[in-house]
């Protein structure tokens, strides 16, 4: 069973039926293809009663067809495939195809898909150039993505089929602006766009020119792996910001814009960077794993072991265990790291300790991940911006899903009031 409210702190106990406010209903059960049954919060609102949620872990925001977690199994299943699979057998381009149609591309649906990608003209547009050199020195990648993306919003073409072509524009774009991002971060000129090489080799030749990584096929296939297990992963923050900031009919960049600025959390998207920048720090203070162990037990200490914990796998995280083996290959043909040394040993001392087994708590996607985009030579900085051009199919799925919803409705969440009582002024 995976954790409910009662369970996740800082959520009261329900009253139990020996306490007071014990409320009784008849609700109608929705039943899903898989997962958990939901009861709708309109039959409790009919009696009355709000449904109080904070962190959202026990809410159904929507319905979606798209991607499927069973964090009891370890499971991800994008349209109902494994994504273990679909990492294994399928280009990011088609995962693309796949999340935001709902199945894989057939040969000559391929081509026509590759060649929309292709004949965008967002990437190659004038306006990056003076955007990113205004950036000022120090801006986080993040932030660049964020205000380049909320610019196309005013480059894309509007109309009907402007949501279709501001998906393939949002695809071809995404690496660029990375691209553009890392050089600003390295203070050197851009590297131009190459629409005629393949997707991933386009973007690392952007970041790295003609040096190996850009060139060697190993480097170009496991960054192609982690782009397609950061494709989708239901509702987690920065996808369900995206849909909250849809619904007002903001916008398909500016949302997109949203997103990128909730997957830039530390807790969120940014734990990539934050893991590497924890174990640098446990390795500046002498290397002292079982301290920080500790640490991140002491519930009067902040520290927390980034990588580790999900909101909803109970388990392995389904992509880690792919991201680990693949960080172990790239690891091995770059000079040894012994950060990834470390990574492995606190995975050890984690899995035998009652502390984490008892909260459930496993590497999640971020533990290893940064681990492989160092071994590449992309600075911290530029690790969430990486799993933001991996995320663009799940963002452009879920934004089309949002816009055609039956149910579709500006988000307005209610809360429980705990402010003074009414009073007068008394003056
Ligand atoms: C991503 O949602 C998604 O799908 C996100 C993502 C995606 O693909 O989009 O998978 C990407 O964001 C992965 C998560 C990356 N974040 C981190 O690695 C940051 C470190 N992890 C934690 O901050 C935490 O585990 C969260 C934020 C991921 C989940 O937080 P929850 O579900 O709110 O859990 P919680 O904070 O309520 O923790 C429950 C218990 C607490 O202890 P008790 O109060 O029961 O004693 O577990 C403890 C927490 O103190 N705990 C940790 C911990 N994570 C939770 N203790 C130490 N180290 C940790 N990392």
């Avoid at 059960?29 to 009919?46: T, W, Y």
């Avoid at 397609?228 to 849809?246: G, I, K, M, W």
């Avoid at 174990?279 to 162990?293: M, P």
């Avoid at 880690?320 to 043909?333: F, P, T």
Wanted: glycine share 8%; aromatic share 8%; with cysteine.
């Amino acid at each position: 069973m995976s954790r409910t409210a009662h369970e996740t702190p800082g959520v009261p106990e329900p009253r139990t039926a020996a306490g007071k406010n014990v409320v009784q209903a008849e609700l109608a059960v929705s039943e899903p293809v898989m997962g958990r049954p939901a009861v709708a919060a309109a039959d409790l609102a009919r009696e009355g009663y709000l449904v109080y949620d904070p962190g959202l872990a026990d809410t159904a925001i929507c319905r979606s067809e798209i991607t499927y977690i069973d964090g009891d199994a370890g499971i991800l299943l994008y349209r109902g495939y494994p994504a273990q699979q679909v990492a294994e057998k399928c280009t990011f381009l088609q995962t693309a195809h796949l999340l935001t149609t709902g199945e894989l591309p057939t040969g000559a649906q391929e081509e026509r898909w590759l060649a929309r990608i292709a004949a965008s003209t967002l990437p190659a547009n004038p306006v990056w150039g003076p955007l990113f050199d205004a950036m000022p020195a120090g801006t986080h990648p993040m932030a660049m993505l964020a205000a380049a993306t909320s610019v196309m919003t005013s480059l894309a073409p509007d109309g009907a089929s402007a949501i279709e072509q501001a998906g393939f524009d949002l695809l071809a774009t995404m690496p660029a602006l990375a691209a553009h991002a890392f050089a600003r971060v390295e203070d050197r000129p851009r590297r131009p766009y190459d629409p005629s090489a393949g997707y991933v080799e386009n973007f690392l030749h952007m970041c790295f020119g003609d040096s190996p990584v850009a060139t060697d096929p190993a480097m170009v296939h496991a960054l192609e792996t982690l782009l397609v297990l950061h494709a989708d992963h239901e509702q987690n923050c920065s996808t369900a910001t995206l849909r909250l900031v849809s619904s007002s009919n903001a916008g398909f960049f500016s949302s997109v814009s949203a997103a990128l600025s909730a997957l830039w959390g530390p807790l969120h998207g940014g734990a990539n960077q934050a893991v590497i920048e924890m174990l640098q720090a446990i390795r500046d203070d002498g290397g002292d794993l079982g301290k920080y162990v500790a640490k991140a037990k002491d519930r009067n200490d902040p520290f927390r072991l980034m990588g580790f914990g999900h909101r909803v796998y109970r388990t392995f995280d389904a992509r880690a265990r792919v991201i680990r083996e693949v960080a172990r290959e790239v690891c091995g043909k770059a000079a040894h790291d012994p950060l990834l040394d470390m990574a492995l040993e606190l995975e050890e001392i984690a899995r035998n300790d009652e502390f984490f087994l008892e909260r459930k708590l496993y590497p999640n996607v971020d533990f290893y991940s940064g681990l492989i985009y160092r071994a590449m030579g992309f600075p911290v900085e530029m690790f969430t911006a990486l799993f933001a051009v991996g995320r663009a199919p799940g963002w452009i799925a879920h934004w089309t899903e949002a816009a055609t919803a039956p149910e579709r409705r500006i988000g307005r969440p209610a809360q429980l009031y705990t402010g003074p009582a009414t009073r007068d002024l008394q003056f």
